[in-house]
């Protein structure tokens, strides 16, 4: 991008604190944007132009990809939703919405079986019940976790 070649993190301060944005000292200056560091120290990831949300997953995403080559896994389909709790409607109008888990990888191997995987660094009280959640809901699931 021509004009940005000689901008310093002064600058970018500068143009922040215009905008109202204020870096904090877990915040991460850099020429294109202000990135805000994760609170977990998980590092945003591109591979194959697919931006990852920890070094781990993309990890895991380029073995899928060898074990695709070598003939081991079928197919497999990245941040699939699996419905635990329907929407509804409260007596008083309020309405409630669905309650989803997001899985990182849903897995098909050539052998025929299906392995929902799920890439974690750290395990939150969220994660440990919308995870046991899907297992009473999808009781016939295999499910793994890559740590």
Do not use: C
């Not at 849903?106 to 025929?112: E, K, M, P, W």
């Amino acid at each position: 991008m021509k004009g940005w070649e000689n901008v310093t993190e002064e600058d970018i301060l500068k143009l922040s604190y215009k905008k109202n944005i204020k870096p904090t000292s877990n915040t991460k200056i850099s020429t294109d944007k202000i990135i805000k560091k994760n609170k977990y120290n998980a590092v945003k990831t591109k591979t194959d132009g697919i931006i990852f949300d920890s070094k781990a997953e993309a990890q895991y995403y380029s073995e899928l990809l060898l074990l695709k080559k070598a003939g081991v896994v079928k197919s497999f389909v990245m941040q699939k939703d699996f419905t635990l709790q329907e929407a509804f409607t409260r007596e008083n109008g309020e309405r409630i919405k669905a309650v989803r888990y997001k899985a990182d990888f849903v897995v098909q191997y050539t052998d025929g079986h299906e392995e929902v995987v799920d890439v974690k660094g750290m395990k939150t009280r969220v994660y440990i019940n919308k995870k046991k959640q899907l297992l009473e809901k999808y009781p016939n699931i295999i499910f793994k976790e890559v740590m």
